[in-house]
């Protein structure tokens, strides 16, 4: 079914409504494929359902608004005088997604594919940075540790006493700063992950959550 089809069940089923109403009904849904594009047409038809189902929520949408407006159509058909107002899409009024509306999600995040994976590359650039600092500080420090416990022993056997102490000291000094220094990166890492963990589901959940929208 394409949308001209769709259409045009949908205007019979709503061949009950006053014409004025009806023609705000097909306007507005003539739009909404507009809107969409051609080749989001599948995805539009199966987030609407079928159109019989949408003229029912038409109709029902349309009387429950008559019932809270005093501006009631003269023709007694339960439509609101004021226009027409559009139900919720049925599929969202059961909850959750439609293999449709899924594919419409998927189409709109290829096309805007090249912002939000500069963004994941930002991201993810920043956690590795992060990685990588954390690690190259690791071993800056060690090496220096090792190195300098290394020239003391070697000062020692050399029979130069004084700087053999003053290379043990400067070992001593970095080993002591290697948790000083790892545990605020490592604690800075840790918050950073989740984060980005809680963003990552929160982005999922909105996307493919069992949630109705109004």
Known sequence: MNKYEFLAQLRNALSSVPQEEREAAMSYYEEFFSDAGEENEQAVIASLGSPEELARSIIDENRKET?????????????????????????????????????????????????????LGVLFGLILGVFGALIGIIVAFGACAVGFFVAAIASFISGVPAFGLFGIGLSLFFVGLFPLAIYPLFKLLVKLTVVCCKGIASLIRKLTGRKGVA
């Open 67 to 119: 019932a809270q407006s005093p501006n009631t159509s003269a023709d007694g058909s339960g439509f609101n005088a004021d226009g027409f107002t559009p139900p919720p899409t049925p599929a969202r009024q059961n909850g959750g997604w439609t293999g449709g509306q899924i594919a419409l999600i998927v189409v709109l995040l290829i096309i805007s594919s090249p912002i939000w994976l500069g963004l």
